[in-house]
């Protein structure tokens, strides 16, 4: 399984996740890639975290890590496709490599990741805004 976020200028971090994913886990990825992702993306303090409604996602915990960090978010994020989308072109990008093992898979995700066209990202991007 995979963390992952973006924006209008690109991808963020890429995380990989080896273990059944807990609302615990869910604020420890936020609190280790959330801001890195931000930084990485260059979008200054005006930017808004959005979301899919999963339960681990929603819970009161998340909401307060990202209270307590002084993230944006809606109370009620749409239930987004678009980043559905990017984890159907990371997967096509991964298969044409055809990784072998466990550690080539993790390692041609994160080339792949950092590789999508910021233009593909930018349409998805404005994609959820128009919801």
Not at 55 to 77: F, R
Request: proline fraction near 4%.
């Amino acid at each position: 399984m995979l963390w992952g976020c973006f924006a209008a200028g690109g991808t963020g971090a890429l995380h990989n996740i080896d273990w059944i994913m807990k609302k615990k886990n869910y604020v420890d990825i936020l609190k280790q890639h959330l801001k890195t992702s931000v930084r990485k993306l260059k979008l200054g303090c005006k930017w808004v975290f959005q979301m899919d409604n999963d339960p681990k996602h929603t819970s009161k915990a998340v909401a307060k890590c990202l209270k307590d960090n002084k993230v944006k978010w809606p109370s009620q994020s749409p239930d987004l496709n678009s980043i559905d989308i990017l984890w159907a072109e990371l997967k096509k990008r991964v298969r044409a490599r055809k990784p072998t093992n466990l550690t080539q898979l993790h390692q041609l995700c994160q080339e792949e990741w950092a590789k999508i066209n910021p233009f593909i990202v930018g349409s998805l991007w404005k994609a959820t805004r128009n919801v």
